[in-house]
């Protein structure tokens, strides 16, 4: 069956590959680098640094280069699960993105379009299925999801219905005040887990919310 992917740009592709690289030939010279490190007063004493700038053998250079390698290849691994990858087919859509994959059907897709650098996908019911961050251009997202004939849109044709939330906003439920709270602290400690579990927690109750400049905005939808 034939589709369209949406995976790893350019950047992305060579950054992945450059990390461990980068990481191998930094702990290669360690030694080395640690050696200008001792000049400075606080740290000339400090065993460890002492013990790997006083070693001179080529072994250790290459130990640190293999560690360093795998270091960086960890890091690449994680990298690659954070940044969105979209297989577009002609009945569904797979989602991959922070190590999980997900299927929408295109019976159930309202609306496809980009808000800033965010890829969003909504219900019939005005819910998200998802709000990630892409560096595709709308562009190249809109081709991709025409070829197939999803529901494309060049902007939010839900955007009238957002409203700026405050504390104990009145037109809001107490739960969903008290999420969308929660939610404004874990984003100020730059807690995005946390805050995307709670952004899943107002969906729950039927209220989508944006970021936008510090502040939440939200609408209220239909329940699923």
């Known amino acids: 069956m034939s589709s369209e992917?949406?995976?790893?740009?350019?950047?992305?592709?060579a950054l992945i590959t450059a990390i461990p690289i980068a990481a191998a030939v930094i702990f290669y010279f360690l030694p080395s680098?640690?050696?200008?490190?001792?000049?400075?007063?606080?740290?000339s004493g400090n065993q460890f640094v002492n013990f790997i700038a006083g070693v001179d053998n080529g072994w250790l250079h290459w130990l640190l280069a293999g560690i360093g390698l795998i270091a960086g290849a960890l890091f690449s691994a994680y990298i690659y699960t954070e940044i969105l990858k979209v297989e577009v087919q002609r009945d569904h859509i797979i989602i991959d993105v922070h190590d999980m994959m997900s299927e929408i059907r295109k019976a159930d897709i309202e609306s496809i379009f980009k808000d800033g650098k965010m890829l969003v996908i909504t219900d019939?019911?005005?819910?998200?299925?998802?709000?990630?961050?892409?560096?595709?251009?709308?562009?190249?997202?809109?081709?991709?999801?025409?070829?197939?004939?999803?529901?494309?849109?060049?902007?939010?044709?839900?955007?009238?219905?957002?409203?700026?939330?405050?504390?104990?906003?009145?037109?809001?439920?107490e739960r969903a005040n008290d999420i969308l709270y929660n939610r404004r602290q874990a984003k100020r400690y730059d807690e995005e887990k946390r805050a995307g579990e709670l952004r899943q927690d107002l969906m729950e109750v039927g209220i989508v919310v944006k970021d936008k400049n510090g502040r939440q905005y939200v609408r209220i939808a239909e329940r699923r």
Do not use: C, M
């Open 33 to 43: 680098l640690l050696l200008l490190v001792k000049n400075i007063p606080f740290l």
């Open 124 to 173: 019939n019911a005005g819910l998200e299925f998802l709000r990630e961050s892409t560096d595709y251009t709308p562009g190249r997202l809109k081709d991709a999801f025409q070829k197939y004939h999803y529901p494309w849109t060049d902007q939010d044709p839900r955007s009238a219905e957002f409203f700026e939330w405050t504390t104990d906003h009145e037109n809001l439920s």
């Open 5 to 13: 992917k949406l995976g790893l740009n350019v950047v992305e592709k």
